[in-house]
């Protein structure tokens, strides 16, 4: 499975969703986003500025066909404000954490209490733990154990990833899990069968609307 497939004529079945990236600066919510969109990674990523907007695809099955309309948005606090504006309708969300920093995923929980409490009430959660390949090549470097975040995401009833965007690793399988999650049966019934877009408004979002700034700003963060 692959997440760059493209659709097909032969996929009778489309569905697209709303997702949004929530998450402290330079946890690497960019870098995840392009490395699931692009397959691309980049060391000296600029820190994002509002949010960018990105668009990707997976293949479930041979007629199945899911899109991602994807809000990447900006982690430093000076954009907390404007998260509603993102996640507000979305279907499913990427709450990121760096395992290398612990107040990293202190933030992450206060995310997903936000989400829990503000956002669509059937929104789908995935907590992602990145930065695997840091601790893969010198362990002293985790500050969050994988039992420990796989405990808080068991308890808040979170999908859980540990992802690598530098190296690609469990980045398609986050993606493809939520995908699986999604109401897609309830979406093509309620569009008559063959497609269906909820909780997005995609015309608005290609032409750029004024919900989105410029994409990056000089850091040079891994973000």
Known sequence: MSASTPRSSVSSRFAQFKLVLLGESAVGKSSIVE?????????????????????????????????????????QERYKSLAPMYYRNANCAVVVFDVTQAASLTRAKAWVKELQRQANENIVIALAG???DIVLGDESKRQVTTEEAQAYA???????????????????????????????????????????????????????IDLKGPSTGATGCQC
């Open 35 to 75: 490395r699931f969109a692009k397959n691309v990674f980049d060391d000296y990523r600029e820190s994002t500025i509002g949010a960018a907007f990105l668009t990707q695809t997976i293949q479930l099955d041979s007629n199945t066909t899911v899109k991602f309309e994807i809000w990447d948005t900006a982690g």
């Open 154 to 208: 068991k308890e808040a009833g979170l999908l859980f990833f540990e992802t690598s965007a530098k190296t690609g690793q469990n980045v398609t399988e986050l993606f493809t899990a939520i995908a699986k999650k999604l109401p897609i049966e309830s979406v093509l019934a309620s569009r008559g069968g063959a497609s269906g877009a909820v909780g997005s408004n995609s015309a608005n979002a290609r032409r750029g």
């Open 130 to 132: 990145n930065k695997l």
